[in-house]
């Protein structure tokens, strides 16, 4: 399905607010001792805005591994993107992983509070390369 131009403008801004509502609710949970589920809610953050720079693109994808991929072959290894910033949304996948499907996995409170740092200039960049174009 193609989207008419107004319509993915329209849904690209709507993955935006959504990765900053995302973060949001990654700092609740973060003050209120849900650390599993703050990781998770960070990693969609990162998420959401990615999918909003593929839907700028023309890139779609279900799979998280194949967008991350994506991102790195179009962004990352092509020096459009600092580096830095593959390893922030592969870490916090990973994390995510982890928290969601490992036993006893914790995740401490300013280990949180440096991944909605890095959340927040993910989101940022995805931005800025979205007002770019």
Do not use: P
């Amino acid at each position: 399905m193609t989207l008419a131009s107004e319509d993915k403008k329209a849904l690209i801004e709507h993955r935006i607010n959504r990765a900053w509502e995302t973060k949001k609710e990654a700092v609740f949970l973060n003050e209120n001792g849900m650390s599993a589920a703050a990781v998770s809610r960070i990693y969609y953050g990162m998420y959401y805005a990615l999918t909003a720079l593929s839907l700028s693109e023309g890139f779609k994808s279900n799979k998280h591994s194949q967008l991350i991929g994506w991102f790195n072959k179009n962004f990352i290894r092509t020096g459009i993107i600092d580096s830095k910033y593959s390893k922030i949304i592969t870490r916090a996948f990973n994390k995510r992983m982890d928290g969601d499907y490992e036993d006893f996995t914790e995740f401490s409170h300013s280990e949180i509070n440096e991944m909605i740092k890095e959340c927040e200039k993910f989101i940022e960049m995805m931005q800025n390369m979205l007002s770019g174009k």
